[in-house]
């Protein structure tokens, strides 16, 4: 008997999609309840590996058919789909899914970036965009298509984002490495702070427009600033014009 029929007898009968570690656990719990069969226990052993093989022979087998469906890994689990062509007729069986709105073009440029440079903080996304990205991020974080991953080792210890499972269903993708190819992207350089800008010690990060200097500094820098020449003087001379 074949691995990748096994496979295929179990991604069938499966009411969910399968990870390779899964499908592992259920060839040993399979070999662990078949006392005498030899055939059973022959797989108790099978390695990740060998099983994502199978699954990558039985894919290419199934697409070589040409069937109604198709076997394919999306988020690192396998599942058995229905071509895209036959949507019509599925749709007239089973119902009209509802689905959420599309993402907005701002919520995919923030999307991306996150994707291609996580994990990542809000205020390095802000300044790939250039714009502010609070309101994006919300309606990210509501679809579960990014989440929270970490902390950055920076001061102020800001919240690092990340891409999630849902994410890779949601494109269709088996894992971040299936993502098109993005240097330029990846190219644009992104300053992390050394340390935190604020008005007084324990309150938020204020933007630099706002800080107000101390009245030493400033008082300072009066004095140092070049006193205005007389109306009359040339300037460079000293002397008055005629």
Not at 4 to 23: D, G, R, V, W
Request: net charge negative.
């Amino acid at each position: 008997m074949e691995l990748k029929f096994i496979l295929e007898s179990l991604l069938f009968s499966a009411q969910k999609p399968m990870s390779t570690k899964e499908l592992r656990d259920v060839l040993t719990d399979a070999a662990a309840h078949a006392e005498g069969d030899e055939t059973v226990r022959s797989f108790k052993k099978v390695k990740e590996d060998a099983l994502t093989a199978a699954l990558e022979e039985l894919a290419a087998a199934h697409e070589a058919a040409a069937r109604s469906y198709r076997l394919v890994c999306v988020a690192g689990s396998w599942q058995f789909v229905s071509q895209p062509e036959y949507a019509p007729w599925l749709k007239a069986l089973v119902g009209h899914k509802s689905r959420p709105p599309r993402l907005s073009q701002p919520a995919l440029e923030t999307l991306a970036i996150i994707a291609y440079r996580q994990p990542i903080t809000r205020a390095e996304i802000e300044q790939v965009r250039g714009v502010a990205v609070d309101g994006v991020m919300q309606t990210l974080l509501e679809r579960g298509l990014v989440e929270q991953v970490g902390r950055a080792e920076v001061v102020g210890r800001p919240m690092t984002y990340g891409t999630t499972p849902v994410f890779l269903e949601y494109f269709g993708l088996r894992a971040l490495e299936d993502l098109p190819a993005a240097d330029e992207l990846r190219r644009i350089p992104v300053v992390k702070p050394e340390s935190l800008l604020t008005a007084d010690p324990g309150l938020a990060t204020v933007p630099p427009d706002q800080l107000q200097l101390p009245a030493t500094e400033t008082a300072e820098s009066a004095s140092e600033a070049p006193a205005p020449a007389e109306p009359n003087e040339k300037p460079g001379t000293g002397q008055a014009s005629k």
